[in-house]
């Protein structure tokens, strides 16, 4: 079972292309949380070596990214951005492992045009 939490439903454009954040003054990145549980409610853990799998509809308002991966040290999956500040992991699809209370982070950042993803 799968229960999604989206900390703000509506955020507003991002015409400067500012990178994903977090925090009180993040307006244009919301976070999403999936939470799995088995059948019997009891959460799924990190333990179980699970990850969950997040496609947008559309690519043209905004991008999915999820929290860094420590292993990675070239780049950083929160950002999208390599080492060298390219932008190379912003996608429309992205995979993030299960971790505590059963819950698998993402993060949408808005893009520069208005709409429904």
Known sequence: NIQ???ERANIPVNPLGA???LG???F???EINVRVTDKNGRSVTGSDDLNVMMDLSTV???YLTRLDDPATDDINEFTGRDEDGNIVARMGQATAPIGAGGIAKFFFTSGAL???T
């Open 4 to 6: 999604i939490t989206v």
């Open 60 to 62: 043209n308002h905004g």
């Open 114 to 116: 208005p709409g429904s």
């Open 24 to 26: 009180i003054n993040c």
């Open 19 to 21: 990178d994903p954040c």
């Open 28 to 30: 244009t990145t919301s």
